[in-house]
């Protein structure tokens, strides 16, 4: 619940000359709310390669997401076009107008960034990127699923983030998202993340139940 504190609890996993370790566990009220691992490194002169962003319209050249749901502003009292904190800009269908499509995509691109200015912090820009990667990856298991996060239970089963060179949230972010599998009433998806300049910024992966909520 948002309205009582969180206590964060850090301990040791390791620590090495380059590489370290650190195990998060976050509680509300004696309950486990999440466990993380962290692993840190100190810079390293080493060979620098990446995959190339895709070839995708810039994100000034797409519609909102609210103009690209406007046919569907009636359900739901107004849910897919309802003021979001982020703006999102996407290349492919989002979920919703994915239904009308007939065939799925395992694929799904978009561009994202805070409606609001950002602060000139690291630490709060990768938080960013890790609670919008965390909210917009189950979109393309949904669409794989043909449904929409209305009316579909669904409960992370784990989240993990590799950041691989500091990320700006004040521009543009693409977020390149694919779901290569569903089984068993699990779906995973997998994001890589880029800069407008093409630098590859954040890999992702998340799996997701999709089954009974009293499971």
Request: charged share 20%; glycine share 6%.
């Amino acid at each position: 619940m948002p309205r009582y504190p969180v206590d964060l609890h850090v301990d040791v996993a390791r620590d090495g000359g380059t590489l370290s370790t650190r195990q998060v566990t976050a509680r509300q009220d004696d309950q486990i709310l999440l466990e993380a691992l962290v692993s840190l490194s100190a810079p390293v002169d080493s060979l620098d390669y990446q995959q190339p962003i895709p070839d995708v319209p810039q994100p000034d050249s797409l519609p909102p997401v609210q103009e690209q749901l406007a046919d569907f502003a009636d359900e739901h009292n107004g849910f897919w076009v309802r003021p979001q904190p982020f703006d999102l800009r996407y290349v492919d269908a989002p979920p919703r107008l994915a239904l009308e499509l007939g065939e799925p995509s395992p694929r799904m691109r978009m561009w994202w960034r805070p409606g609001e200015p950002v602060a000139d912090d690291e630490v709060l820009h990768s938080c960013l990127l890790a609670y919008l990667s965390g909210t917009t990856m189950v979109e393309t298991a949904l669409a794989m699923r043909g449904a929409t996060p209305i009316g579909t239970f669904n409960a992370l089963i784990d989240h993990a983030l590799w950041f691989h060179r500091p990320v700006d949230m004040s521009d543009w972010v693409l977020s390149d998202q694919f779901s290569p599998s569903g089984i068993a009433g699990r779906g995973l998806s997998t994001s890589t993340m880029y800069n407008r300049a093409g630098q590859l910024v954040c890999l992702a992966t998340q799996e997701l139940y999709f089954g009974r909520a009293a499971a």
